[in-house]
Structures are given as C-alpha cells and as structure tokens.
C-alpha cells in the first residue's frame, strides 16, 4: 500500500464552489463536519460574484461556468477519495480528489480538468514531481488541441446572468406553469432555496409551494444567529442539501411572494415536498398550497402520517377532530332541501333525513352589519328577507337548488363541528354529485367563501386545496359575491289581498304560471315564488279537502295537533313539490288574498296524486276543475284499495247497481274524457297517442334505458333483426328507442316505435338488443280511429285532410273519449282540446275535409247531429271536399273522375 493511499481520506462531494473548489462532508454523523477543498497546482477561470453593500459586481472569466460544472456533473453526491493539506500560513486546504474505489485506481480530478482544459496549471515555483509533470504535459496536450478554454472562441463562454427579475409577477404568468430546468445553488431553509433557471441563467429565490420548514432566527448582519437554535431547522436544512443542493432539477413557478418565487421542485426521484412533510420536517401552509396545479392532497396524506407517527415536530401533537367511521363516514341519499347557500337535507334509504353543511365555505353574508361594542348586531330593517335581501343569497341557494333538488348524491362526512353558541351540532362534509365536488362548485361560481383555519386545527374539508384554488379562481375572474360592480339585488315582493285582485286576471288568462315552491305548511297549502313576476304568493291545492299537519306553538296562537294522516299528507307533497319547479293553474282565491287552483310538478297533478294516495278527498267545488274526472278516477281507486283514510270505507253496492240500471233504462252518451298527447298520425288517417298520465312513466323508463346503453354501449352490427322482435332503435335524433321489427330486407330493416307509432327504415347498424326487462312493459302508444267520419279516397284531399289533422294535434294535450269499437279496426274515437271548447274533427269537418257517416246508434244521435250541421256549413261554403258542389265519392265515376 503507498504512502498516498495511506493518507487519504474518504467523503461526499457536498458541493462545488468553483472549478478548483469543492465542500466535502464526512461520511459518519448528521450533518458530518466538512471540508473546503481546493485543488493542488491549478487555478480555475473565476466565477462571477453578485454585487452588495460593500462588494462589487463581477461577471464569469471565460470556461468558468463549465469548468464548475464538469465538477458538479461528475463529483456532486458522489463518495471520493481525497488528500489535503494546509501549506505555510494558508487558510485554505489544498489538494487532489479521486472519483473510484479508493485512491490508487480512482480518476484524478485533477488530471482529468486540465485534460479538459477547464484549468491553468500553476508552472512558475512549482517542483518538478512525477505529479506536476504529468500535469504539464496534459495542459499541452490540451492546448495543442485547442480543447476548452485553449479554444480562441472563449468570448462566447461567459453567462449572461441576471441577478434579479425586474416584474416578477408578469415573468411568472409568463411561465404559464411549464417546469423549467434549473440547478440549486444555496439552501436557505429547508423550504427556501436559490437557483439559477436555466438556460437565461435567472438567479431567483423560491419558497417551495404547500410547506413550511423551521427557519433560522436572523442576527443583526441578516445572517443566521448560532446562538438561538430552532428545533429541527438545520435538520431539514440538511435533509434538503444532501438530496437537492446543485442538483438538476425542474421548478414550476407558481407565483409571488414579496421579493420571492413560490412554486414547486420536480426531481425523477421524488417530491421534495413530500418528503419533508412525511418526516416531520415540515407543515402545510394553506396561502402557498393554493396556488399549485396539483399533488396538494399528497401533501396533505404525508403530513397527516406524520401527525399520526407523532414524527419531530408533531411529536406533542393531538387531533382536534373526532373519529367518524364505518357508514357514519360516507352515505349515499336523495336531496331534498337547500336549507342555505351552504346547508341541504339529504333524505338515506332508510327515510331518515340528515342535514348536511358543506365542508369549510362560507355562504354570501350581509355587508356592513357589524358588531357593537359588546358584540351585538344591530337589529334588521323590518320585512328583512336574508334570502332576498342579502346580495348573491339567492343565486348561490339557486344554484344548488337546480343542480341537486331530487337527485341521489354521494356524501363523505369530514368532521362534526360541536354545538356552540345556542347552535347545535353540525354534520360538516364533501358533497359530490356525477363526480363533481359540490361545495368546489359553489366556490368557483363566486357563490361561497372558503373559511379560513388555524395552522393546527384539522377540522376542515378533505378537499380544502381544491376548495382555496377554485377561490382563486374565481377572484381572479371576479366572478359573484368577488365581483366589484353588478352587484344583483332582488326586488321580491308579497302578494297580499289587495295585490291578489290585480294579478288574479293576468295569472288565469296565463291557464300555466311557473313557479318555485318555497314553503309546504301543508299537504294543500305552500309558498311559492313566481320569478316571472318576482313576487311571492300563498297557493292552495283546489278541488280536494287535505287534512291539515300539526303546528308549533307560536306568540299569538297554541299548538294544534295533526288531523288523521296530516302530517304524512305533509311529508308527500314536501318530498314531491318543495324546492322544485312547478307550474300552476289559477282557478279562484279566496278573501285572505290566497290564490286556489291545480299544481304539476314534473307532468304529475299533485291534486290529483294526494287524492290516489288516500292523503285527501274530493270537494265540491272540484267540478270546475278541468281535472274533475281523474279526481273521481283517483278517489274510486283509494277508496277500492282503502288506502289512508279509505281504511274503513264501505262500498255502497246498491246505489251503484241502481246507477248501472238506470243508465240501461236511458242510454245516452257520456263522455269519459282521458288526458292524451297526439304522437303520430298516419298516412290511413289513424293516430297514435300516449296517455298524459303516463308520460312520467315513460320518460323514467327511457331515462334508465338509455343510461344502461351509455354504460355498456351496443356493438354495432352485433343483432341479427327478425321480424316480431322488438328492439331498441336508433332513431334520427341519436337517440334509443323501443321498436318492433316489421320488414328485413338485407342490411335494411323497417321497425314501428311501439312507444310512438311512427314508422322508419333503418340500417341493421341502428339496431341493438333491447336490455332485459324493458320488453314486458306494454307499449306507451296506442292506436284509434276518427269516430263518425271516413276520409275522402281522393288522394290529393286525403293528404290535405291528413295534414290539418295533424297541424291541429301536435304537441297540445287533448282529451279523448272512445265512442265505439268497430269490428277489425281500431277504437273510434272523438278528440277534444284541453278545455272541452272545440273538437277537432268537428273542425276538420267544418274546414270539409271529412265526411260524416250515417250512424244509427241512438247515443250517438246528437254527435252525429252536429257533425251533420258543421258538414252542411263546409258544403254551402264550397270548402275542400265541397268546393264544385254537392257530390261524393260513390258519385265521382258519374263526374268521370274514377281511375
């Protein structure tokens, strides 16, 4: 062994000062004392200095940036050999660094930077040793090569460096996040560092994004005081130097903070973040966190392992939040109430409802309603409606409402905020519907503040981060209660007696006012608000007697009990109406100023459903509801079923046998109107309807049919069609529907919507298995006659006839009644509009596109007899059929107009 390998010692290259200079740490102990080592008989092109006070700015010799970094490529990080000594009255120590096993067969740095020609080798004084003159000869030889700084191009080899950034703010927007290549040239703090970015070589400080590490108390130089020590700030410190300092790196900018960057660190392997906070070297700090594009639940996960590992700086620590657990945690129900702009009732599967608060938003609050002196706010102005009163209240209850009212959300509970302050205790959690992050929504809208917490308190929303960014967001964009003009402010106003005179007139000529239901006092009796209008108006359900629920003691009346089934008849018209969007009918009002009349929500009478449920009973005054018969209808079908309040109903047998006799002794027509939508009229003259009562029905059954296709979406080409099969068929819109094979010609195949009963000629492509349990249900569409009239046989007039009939069925409700059933032809049927005011092939007759046939059913005589008028009306007139005289179809070979 010689005499060199004896003396030299083993270490880690900490880092590079400069080409000749390099700081190595022990390799026992942490941190391990260090060394500043430069090296033995060369002298490196000297690197630029950054100007202060009393220090002058220099700019880079040539080759001194690459110099330094061939050292800092080849030795940062790595374990060396090396010798050193401290020669007359140097300060410094000098000598050689070996890259390898040990000295003996390791690289000589030293060798290889004047091979580079990165180095000038010291000649004059130095003794000629089998060391210096293989030094001499390797600057030769790199010299006679022109290699490095030998090269005459040196000029181009000096860094322009910028010391400063003049608009922080605009060079960051700038970056538009994008990762940018830099070296670590200091570490300050373990969440502070300097660098240059590369290649424009910007020397800047960055705070790390989303943590915070002890820092280091500062004397009165600006230097870190070495006689305070802060727990764990040069632990960290050192955490970061050993795996970050002069290291190649991407940083992404993500903004400013005084004279500071804040952004993120991306290394191959890992996140030094992360890694920080996992050891408990550090803390989340929510103001950086929020402007990172992503990882901010990682963070939060990593110190949340701390916390719970009680690691360093949380080894004293307790949580500030209880334990919820098992289904308490996470829960799937129905809402059924925006309490607020940051509340809802969540109804679970079992029926019991659970009132939610968004977790860590604030919803709009009154501005300027501050504390007195002894914390008291001041009182409110009379009528003050905070829904309406209070700007973006009602758009942030809105928004919710229209995004969540009657749907099935999924709710993750992340803390329980104790009852305080006469306030109980609140279920706080992360709403999210279709994915989407409800209270996240909110925000982003500028509909909802985020609350800002403590450093230690964990009783915050498991998705803060994303709720702070959307916050951002959106006082950037300005967007809500952020905004600084176009502030909304609600004009709503009562509709009292006097009022309800003026907008009696208007609301009946409307026949449909569309509303919101604010309030449900009782199974009949609710607030609603009329945005048309922006008024508010009390609405009772007419044509019915609703038992009345029970009521809360109050200043100026006693509590009453609930009627037999009130407060159930009050649970199904809150579950079915409050919150939603309705539309009503105004019949009449009563002296209170209340307006009476019928309520649809969703294409369902509410009258009329309360009374099918056995919730209440038909009144009197229902006769004048254009709704009377499916009030009858509804009632007859409680009353057999003996729901509710029909529980001990007895039918009266022999009234209603005396009803049938007497209607035998006395046949004459009684019509017994069905509510129909018209959905296709053939070319034959025949049409196609959907019973009104069962549109809900159908939507539903399409809504889930066509949801499982999204799920598992046919393969095209994979149904073999046969006729009679029924299917599903993708009609022009792109939608799926029901349909019967009727012709397979090839690849071409003609299908009847069974649902609709219009006819199409589709490419096999279109077709798809129908899913199971969709092919029992019976067919929404069914198919009648035009009773008491034919169709002319010429084409051109059939045609026309055809036409009007079904310019005058689209889209409009109508009522139907079946007149007779002809022998192998569908039901005959009469069609008349929504208030029994006009019938349509009445009309058609009158317009003389139908005949009328001569029929000698005795009920049937005062139909035909109209008919008959209107028909001779069309004939004088010359209309249509009429229009060269009095002759039909069995007179037309006489005319000489057969084929």
């Known amino acids: 062994m010689t005499t060199q390998q004896i003396q030299a010692k083993r270490g880690i290259v900490k880092q590079v000062l400069s080409g000749d200079t390099v700081i190595i740490r022990g390799c026992v102990g942490a941190p391990p004392p260090e060394k500043t080592i430069s090296f033995s008989s060369i002298t490196a092109p000297k690197l630029a200095r950054r100007g202060t006070g009393s220090v002058e700015e220099t700019k880079d010799e040539p080759w001194a940036w690459e110099a330094r970094e061939f050292l800092r490529k080849k030795l940062v990080g790595e374990e060396v050999w090396f010798t050193s000594e401290k020669p007359g009255n140097s300060t410094r120590e000098y000598g050689t660094v070996y890259l390898g096993k040990d000295a003996a067969t390791g690289e000589n740095i030293t060798e290889s930077l004047v091979s580079e020609g990165l180095v000038t080798v010291r000649r004059e004084g ?17 010299k006679a090569a022109k290699k490095g700084k030998w090269d005459s191009s040196s000029e181009s080899h000096v860094r322009d460096i910028k010391w400063s950034v003049e608009n922080m703010r605009t060079f960051c927007d700038k970056q538009a996040g994008k990762p940018i290549k830099a070296v670590i040239e200091h570490v300050r703090d373990g969440s502070t560092v300097r660098a240059f970015l590369l290649p424009d070589f910007y020397h800047i400080t960055l705070m790390i994004s989303g943590i915070r590490c002890p820092g280091f108390k500062l004397d009165e130089t600006g230097r870190p005081d070495p006689g305070i020590k802060v727990p764990f700030a040069e632990e ?21 903070n005084n004279n500071n960057f804040v952004g993120s660190i991306v290394h191959p392997k890992g996140n030094i973040a992360e890694a920080l906070l996992k050891e408990g070297f550090a803390r989340c700090v929510d103001w950086s966190m929020a402007f990172m594009k992503s990882g901010a639940d990682r ?16 080894k004293d620590w307790q949580s500030t939040s209880p334990q919820i657990t098992g289904k308490e945690k996470e829960f799937v129900g129905t809402v059924v109430e925006i309490v607020n702009g940051d509340a809802l009732s969540v109804k679970l599967p079992t029926g019991q409802v659970k009132k939610v608060f968004l977790s860590s938003i604030r919803p709009p609050k009154e501005v300027g309603r501050a504390a007195d002196e002894d914390g008291k706010l001041p009182a409110r102005p009379k009528g003050f409606r905070p829904l309406y009163d209070i700007p973006w209240m009602l758009e942030a209850r809105e928004f919710l409402r229209k995004k969540l009212i009657g749907k099935k959300v999924n709710v993750v509970l992340d803390y329980i905020q104790e009852a305080r302050d006469n306030f109980p205790e609140k279920l ?29 308190d964990d009783q915050r929303s498991s998705h803060y ?29 009562e509709i009292d007696a006097a009022k309800a005179k003026q907008y009696f007139p208007s609301f009946q000529r409307a026949q449909r006012v569309d509303a919101i239901v604010e309030f449900v006092a009782s199974g009949s009796r609710m607030r609603l608000f009329i945005p048309k209008h922006h008024c508010l108006c009390t609405f009772l359900l007419g044509g019915i007697t609703c038992p009345r629920a029970a009521r809360p003691a109050t200043a100026t009346a006693p509590m009453t009990e609930s009627e037999p089934f009130g407060d159930e008849a009050l649970a199904f018209t809150k579950e079915h109406c409050l919150q939603h969007e309705v539309s009503i009918q105004v019949e009449s009002q009563d002296k209170a100023g209340n307006f009476i009349g019928g309520l649809w929500v969703e294409n369902l009478n509410i009258n009329v459903a309360l009374v099918e449920e056995g919730f209440a009973s038909v009144h009197p005054t229902a006769d004048k509801c254009e709704y009377s018969r499916q009030l009858k209808i509804a009632e007859d079908s409680a009353k057999q079923k003996k729901l509710r309040r029909w529980k001990d109903y007895v039918e009266e047998k022999e009234e209603e046998q005396q009803r049938i006799a007497e209607e035998h002794q006395n046949p004459e027509r009684k019509p017994t109107y069905e509510e129909v939508i018209v959905t296709e009229v053939t070319s034959e003259g025949t049409i196609f309807v959907q019973s009104y009562q069962q549109g809900p029905k159908a939507e539903a059954l399409y809504t889930k049919f066509r949801q499982e296709f999204k799920v598992n979406p046919p393969l095209p080409g994979a149904y073999t069609p046969k006729r009679g099969d029924i299917c599903a068929a993708k009609y022009a819109d792109d939608e799926w529907y029901r349909a019967k094979v009727e012709k397979v010609q090839g690849p071409i195949v003609t299908v009847f919507y069974i649902d609709y009963g219009n006819r199409e000629t589709v490419n096999v492509s ?13 067919p929404f569409a069914s198919e009648y006659s035009l009773a008491c009239v034919t169709f002319p046989k010429d084409p051109d007039y059939r045609d026309l006839a055809v036409k009007y009939l079904r310019d005058d069925t689209a889209s409009i409700k109508l009522l139907l009644n079946v007149e007779y059933r002809p022998q192998g032809a569908p039901p005959a049927i009469t069609l008349m509009t929504e208030g029994q005011d006009q019938d349509i092939v009445k009309n058609l007759i009158a317009d003389g596109l139908l005949y009328v046939e001569d029929r000698r059913e005795r009920r049937l005589r005062s139909l035909i007899t109209e008919y008959k008028q209107a028909e001779e009306d069309a004939r004088k007139k010359h209309r249509n059929l009429w229009e060269y005289g009095d002759f039909r179809d069995d007179d037309a070979k006489e005319f000489g107009m057969a084929n």
């Open 126 to 142: 130095m003794k000629t040793t089998p060391e210096n003159t293989r030094l001499f000869e390797l600057e030769d030889a790199a």
């Open 236 to 256: 960290a410190r050192y955490f970061v130097e050993i795996r970050l300092l002069q290291r190649d790196v991407e940083i992404i900018l993500e903004s400013v």
């Open 299 to 314: 963070l939060r996960s990593a110190e949340r392992k701390a916390k719970e590992a009680r690691l360093r700086l949380w």
């Open 428 to 456: 706080c959690a992360t709403v999210t519907i279709g994915g989407v992050n409800v209270g996240e929504a909110l925000v982003s809208k500028g509909l909802a503040t985020v609350i800002r917490y403590r450093q230690d």
């Open 465 to 493: 981060d994303d709720l702070l960014s959307a916050e951002t967001k959106a006082i950037k964009s300005q967007k809500g209660i952020h905004a600084k003009k176009d502030i909304p402010t609600q004009r709503i106003f």
């Open 766 to 778: 279109r077709l798809a298995s129908l899913p199971a349990g969709y092919s029992s249900e019976r």
